[in-house]
């Protein structure tokens, strides 16, 4: 067996957005509010910069990043995919400034991600990005799969686990120009999400993130060009600008990756927005060229998980 299982048809240039937002502090009011400020902004046009299509925020945008942050910030969202749902009423105070954020600039937006409590069990939660068409309508939602628990000695420890649970669903969302993948952060270590995400016809992968000091020289960049080769698609990630003076030191750079594997955009540490025109010459070109999307030999690694 070989190809792709399935291929979303509408494949269109668009431009992308990605806000590296600052400032990120105690007071959620603050943290959306500026959240807001910053889509009007990315979205207004300036100069010769055209207006983008989809405009994705940070990791964890309406709190401080931490394990024991969470609890305190989660909000209810409630959502379930195919139900009908109003965002502009949502019990989450997020969701209502996303919605509204999408609506008043007509512009896709992937709302980085929250610690959202389970609507069902108040013990669980999970951290999640939401997405909104330019009509407002919240579209999909994904919840981090693979937490973020690791323990480099001297580095950085962190445990996400302690309060978060992983989401069990792959996720990705169609536009009037392209079809999206989700994952956020410590998700694009995983070689077979991005893999089944590409499988499924995604022509971009998105990942709302935040990198810190030791990882992100080590592999923000490597892990976004190598999801991106492998799989010959578009791959972002999109940070938090660093504060020293928070809790958690962010990386930075967020980026957007060609399917060649190219760093067409890239920020630095602070405050940004960049901009990145996606070309789907450049898939289809890389496809042909290099065509390894249609050569897998399912037959030999049909199931890795029994290797
Ligand atoms: O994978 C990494 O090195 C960082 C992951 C991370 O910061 C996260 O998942 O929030």
Redesign the pocket.
């Known amino acids: 067996m070989s190809g792709l299982s399935r291929v979303a048809s509408v494949f269109k240039p668009f431009t992308l957005a990605l806000i590296q937002l600052g400032n990120i502090g105690a007071n959620k009011a603050d943290n959306l509010r500026h959240a807001r400020e910053m889509i009007q902004k990315a979205t207004a046009g300036h100069g010769s910069q055209k207006k983008p299509d989809l405009v994705v925020l940070p ?1 964890c945008f309406n709190s401080p990043y931490g394990v024991t942050h969470f609890p305190q910030y989660a909000e209810k969202i409630g959502y379930t995919p195919g139900e009908p749902y109003v965002a502009e009423k949502s019990e989450s105070e997020s969701v209502r400034m996303l919605s509204a954020a999408a609506k008043e600039t007509k512009t896709w937006v992937i709302g980085g991600s929250i610690p959202e409590r389970d609507p069902k069990d108040d013990t669980k939660l999970y951290n999640t990005c939401t997405v909104y068409n330019p009509q407002g309508d919240l579209v999909a939602m994904h919840r981090k799969i693979h937490l ?1 628990d ?1 323990d480099i000695p001297g580095k950085i420890q ?1 445990k ?1 686990s302690e309060t978060l649970t992983g989401g069990s669903t792959l996720n990705y969302f169609d536009t009037d120009f392209a079809r999206i993948g989700l994952g ?3 998700d694009v ?1 995983f070689p077979e999400l991005a893999m089944m995400a590409a499988r499924q016809g995604c022509h971009a992968l998105i990942y709302p ?4 000091l030791t ?1 992100g020289p080590l ?1 923000w960049e490597l892990l976004q060009r190598s999801r991106a080769n492998d799989n010959q698609v578009f791959v972002s990630m999109c940070s938090p600008a660093r504060d020293m003076s928070a809790g958690y030191h962010a990386w930075g750079h967020s980026m957007v990756v060609d399917p060649i594997g190219k760093v067409i955009a890239e920020a630095q540490e602070d405050e940004e927005i960049v901009y990145a025109d996606i070309d789907p010459k450049v898939l289809e070109e890389t496809r042909s060229g290099i065509p390894v999307t249609t050569q897998r030999r399912f037959d030999v690694y049909a199931d890795v998980s029994k290797a």
């Open positions: 990791e973020f690791i962190f996400e956020i952060c410590y270590r993130a935040a990198f810190n990882t592999h």
